[in-house]
């Protein structure tokens, strides 16, 4: 059998390579792309020498670090199988995922160490150590005894190489199982179609607990040997600080906005720069030409979700347009559907269905499930409603669970953001649909308004939408707001805003 071990990839492309600095921290370590290796090494041996198995699984809470990257590719070098989890998850969610996981090691911050323990011991679990956000802990100095060298073990394309649990907002979480070629086929179509080029460096200020940070920055920066500026948060002014020196920037929507915020940030901080992406979460086409008309750079937006890494992107070279993810990424087939599975007109909104290499291999012990959400001809139900233009960008209108269904009407919520983005004194809105005893559904809308702006009144937000959009479409109420809650990644948690107003409309 030939190996498919995505780190087998990542080493060959290394060849020639390793004296170049990996990773540089604010602190002023540097780590060299020979210390990668050794590192990893260490980390390999170590489970091996806990008695872990090709399969068994890896689970780890712990901040942001160098060792924190060292130890998830000891993970793909050893066959295991990496579950990265989000520092904030609290005890019983932790317990969730001990149970359906059932890792044989959790890797916890040294904080934790005392209620991790206890969940690991009531689940069974063979070893828990740690490890802190300076990179130190009980895993550390176990590694530090171990080789520095490993010989990569020889998996499947098709063998799991990480379970991500998708943080869906209804239901327990469901665990993506990601395979070695799913990264790699990935990784590679990223690098190419992004130009990565000798002399990139990677400015990384995104957690690694997730595919934006871990799987799309890292893996790219890499495969190409570069530089990759490692700061342990986004923080504004050592993003502002490191930019003079980076040429890739890899953000969510906040961070952007954030940075328009900053006086100081302009084109002279990007003098250096090749390309600044966007993900996790839509980005306001105003926030778009804001950052254009202040730094000269277009940022380039992409789509992708848990389970399948990236699907589309806009080009390098090429149009990048406003409100769109882009086409396919090559490999990657995509269709808009109807209810009944068939394709929709361009232009027309429907689900949109994604089918390649990068697309998982299906959900971890949830075999109904999986099959649940493929097409018979293998294509992947994202459950994201979209539009296609006669180019091939795609657009992505929202989930189809926060489809409204108002009087029979199909009402998408995306549609009237964009009208309330626009509004005088509005900097950000989230529609949401909740339940009414006539219409089944009632339109929501929950504001962020401009500074200065914050004696908005909702019977003006309301007069202004009335010319605008049909009668049904426009919000029965609209409510302001300091901030919109938000998961880790940014996007917006629309599940908590319909909790909030869940009886809004209840008849007494």
């Not at 199988?81 to 911050?109: K, M, Q, T, W």
């Not at 920055?217 to 990759?228: D, Q």
């Not at 394709?343 to 990068?358: I, M, Q, S, T, Y």
Request: with cysteine; glycine share 10%.
């Amino acid at each position: 059998m030939k190996s498919e071990n995505f780190y087998g990839l990542i080493s060959e492309r290394l060849k020639g390579h390793l004296d170049d600095i990996c990773l540089e921290t604010p602190a002023g370590e540097h780590y060299s792309y020979a210390q990668l290796e050794a590192e990893s090494a260490r980390y390999a041996q170590l489970y091996m020498q806990l008695g872990l198995q090709s399969g068994d699984r890896v689970a780890v809470q712990t901040e942001k670090s160098p060792s924190a990257l060292f130890a998830y590719l000891g993970c793909l070098r050893a066959g295991l199988v990496y579950l990265p989890l989000n520092p904030a998850y609290r005890d019983l969610e932790i317990e969730y995922f001990l149970e359906n996981a059932e890792p044989g090691l959790v890797i916890c911050s040294p904080e934790r160490l005392a209620a991790v323990k206890a969940l690991a011991t009531k689940r069974r679990v063979a070893h828990v150590l740690t490890l802190d956000a300076s990179g130190r802990g009980t895993l550390h100095e176990a590694a530090r005894a171990c080789p520095a060298v490993f010989s990569t073990a020889a998996v499947g394309g098709d063998e799991v190489a990480v379970i991500l649990y998708t943080s869906g907002t209804t239901g327990r979480p469901k665990g993506a199982m990601i395979t070695h070629r799913n990264l790699a086929a990935n990784a590679l179509a990223l690098h190419k179609a992004w130009g990565w080029q000798p002399g990139d460096v990677l400015l990384h200020a995104l957690p690694i607990f997730h595919i934006h940070g871990l799987f799309v920055a890292c893996h790219c920066a890499m495969l190409n040997a570069s530089k990759i500026l490692f700061l342990p948060k986004f923080d504004v002014a050592a993003v502002m600080r490191a930019l003079p020196q980076a040429t890739v920037f890899m953000g969510v929507p906040t961070y952007y906005t954030r940075l328009l915020a900053e006086p100081a940030f302009g084109s002279d901080v990007c003098r250096n720069m090749r390309l600044f992406t966007c993900g996790s979460a839509p980005l306001l086409p105003q926030t778009f030409r804001e950052f254009h008309e202040r730094t000269g750079h277009t940022i380039l937006e992409r789509y992708g979700m848990t389970e399948t890494g990236m699907n589309t992107s806009n080009p390098l070279d090429g149009p990048r347009l406003p409100g769109t993810v882009g086409p396919p990424l090559p490999g990657v087939a995509v269709r808009v559907v109807d209810a009944t599975g068939n394709d929709v007109a361009n232009g027309e909104v429907g689900e949109l269905l994604v089918k390649g290499p990068n697309v998982f291999k299906g959900y971890w012990r949830m075999p109904e499930k999986t099959v649940e959400e493929f097409t018979g001809n293998g294509f992947f139900r994202t459950g994201d409603l979209a539009r296609r233009d006669d180019n091939g960008y795609v657009s992505i209108v929202g989930r189809a669970k926060d489809l409204i269904i108002s009087g029979g009407l199909n009402i998408y919520p995306k549609e009237i953001e964009g009208y309330l983005d626009k509004l005088e004194g509005v900097k950000e809105s989230a529609v949401i649909g909740v339940p009414h005893p006539d219409f089944g559904e009632a339109v929501v809308a929950v504001l962020v308004a401009r500074p200065g702006n914050e004696d908005l009144r909702e019977s003006d937000v309301i007069a202004a939408l009335k010319p605008l959009i049909a009668s049904f479409k426009v919000p029965k109420r609209v409510f302001v707001v300091p901030e919109l809650p938000r998961n880790t990644m940014g996007k917006v948690q629309k599940n908590l805003l319909r909790e909030k107003h869940l009886g809004l409309f209840a008849k007494p």
